[in-house]
């Protein structure tokens, strides 16, 4: 069973740009508190974490032509812990692994990939880094995942780096969106847009959903 908590609560008392400097801020978290625990949601003890994963992407320009969309995957785990060979290990780092990805802005296909891993559990683990190659030529659209499983799935790849991949597809759509958005554009091709980064890509834009046509109305297209 899904529960949802009305975030109105603690947005409309963070409204006030003084709030984190009075004792307003703690009234207001402590309503936010008394909306999930009225809910029954999940309680999260923050001194008994695990183990943390950060992805972070980010998209840049590159030239007239292309773009540059880099992900950067960490994890850290937070308790000692025994490795395979039955060593104690301290709590740490585990995983820093770097990927970046030349994408052409119009057909947005992976020209070239760059890959980093200045922190692995096992020096192996980089001679995995030529089989990413495979993504050249690749187009970043549907079937997409299914593609990448087929080149890179289990000992052909590397489970965090195709876990990397997968975030950074869907960030490449968001930034080439962004990119594109920094002008207004005409209805046609806005039209194309929207059949190519939008459309049943969740509930929200989904093929019959209103606001698909309502967004196109907007800029005079059907």
Request: proline share 3%; aromatic share 8%.
């Amino acid at each position: 069973m899904s529960t949802f908590i009305n975030k109105g609560t603690i947005n409309n008392c963070l409204q006030n740009q003084h709030v984190f400097r009075t004792s307003h801020f703690l009234e207001c978290r402590q309503r936010y508190e008394d909306e999930r625990a009225e809910l029954n949601m999940l309680k999260i003890d923050e001194k008994k974490k695990i183990y943390t994963r950060d992805i972070k992407v980010t998209t840049f320009d590159y030239d007239d032509a292309h773009i540059i969309v880099e992900g950067q995957l960490k994890d850290n785990r937070n308790i000692p812990y025994y490795s395979h060979s039955g060593k104690l290990r301290s709590p740490g780092s585990v995983h820093n692994l770097l990927l970046r990805l030349l994408i052409h802005k119009e057909s947005i296909r992976i020209v070239q990939v760059e890959i980093e891993m200045p922190g692995v559990p096992h020096e192996e683990c980089k001679e995995v880094i030529p089989n990413f190659s495979r993504l050249t030529g690749l187009r970043i659209a549907k079937g997409f995942t299914s593609k990448v499983r087929e080149l890179l799935g289990g000992p052909n790849g590397c489970a965090h780096l195709n876990g990397l991949l997968m975030a950074m597809a869907t960030a490449a759509l968001q930034g080439l969106w962004t990119y594109r958005a920094r002008n207004l554009q005409d209805g046609n091709d806005i039209k194309k847009r929207v059949n190519e980064y939008l459309v049943d890509t969740c509930w929200f834009w989904r093929q019959d959903s209103p606001h698909i046509h309502q967004l196109l109305k907007g800029y005079g297209v059907e």
